[in-house]
């Protein structure tokens, strides 16, 4: 069955980074884009980024663009997300997911538990 | 402000049939395929709806999709206590070149 179990979260300063990881397991991890999500504490689901199959096609929203990037390890199963400049409003918990299809344009089928950050000094 | 558009509530008795609707425009729901996600309190979101109208296997039947022009509608039918959630409806927006959200609708179960 489909895991993703994420890690890397917890308490940062405000303007520090961060790291985050995604172990995939359960499907042939090379053929699937990725996802990371966020949700801040009660609200709703926002869209971070998507990486393809190969990891050659990059989407982020815009207002993440240029401080978080989104990475593959396919020889590891693993994606993960760099955010930078961080500030409290990326309070969040974060969630990798799986795409349907290899470009990222397919749909998130699978979720993972998702990691808590935390910004705050 | 979400991009998709969602009432923030909706609610029924056990039993009864309950719809809830997602506005998006030309670029997203209009162009592309819609899909719904049930969030469990304390939980990560599940796929309920993909491709406007298709359910994953072991998702009840109580569950469908719809979509017409550029909104789409979740119904639920015969109401149960455990569907008690937020429903987020999503679409990849061409626009953008990413993915948007609606801003989920919490339903209650009365």
């Known amino acids: 069955q489909v895991q993703l179990v994420e890690s890397g979260g917890g308490v940062v300063q405000p303007g520090r980074s961060l790291r985050l990881s995604c172990a995939a397991s359960g499907f042939t991890f090379s053929r699937y884009a990725m996802h990371w999500v966020r949700q801040a504490p009660g609200k709703g689901l926002e869209w971070v980024a998507t990486?393809?199959?190969?990891?050659?096609?990059?989407?982020?929203v815009d207002s993440m663009k240029g401080r978080f990037t989104i990475s593959r390890d396919n020889s590891k199963n693993t994606v993960s997300l760099q955010m930078n400049s961080l500030t409290p409003e990326d309070t969040a918990v974060y969630y990798c997911?799986?795409?349907?299809?290899?470009f990222g344009t397919g749909g998130i089928d699978y979720w993972g538990q998702g990691t808590l950050v935390t910004v705050s000094s | 402000q979400s991009v998709l558009t969602q009432p923030p509530s909706a609610s029924g008795t056990p039993g009864q049939r309950v719809t809830i609707s997602c506005s998006g425009s030309s670029s997203n729901i209009g162009s592309n395929f819609v899909y719904w996600y049930q969030q469990l309190p304390g939980t990560a979101p599940k796929l309920l709806i993909y491709?406007?109208?298709q359910r994953p296997s072991g998702v009840p039947d109580r569950f469908s999709g719809s979509k017409s022009g550029t909104s789409a509608s979740l119904a639920i039918s015969g109401l149960r206590s455990e569907d008690e959630a937020h429903y987020y409806c999503a679409a990849w927006d061409d626009s953008l070149s990413g993915w948007v959200f609606g801003g989920g609708t919490k339903l209650t179960v009365l």
């Open positions: 990486l393809s199959y190969d990891g050659t096609n990059k989407y982020y």
């Open positions: 491709r406007n109208n």
């Open positions: 997911a799986k795409d349907w299809d290899i």
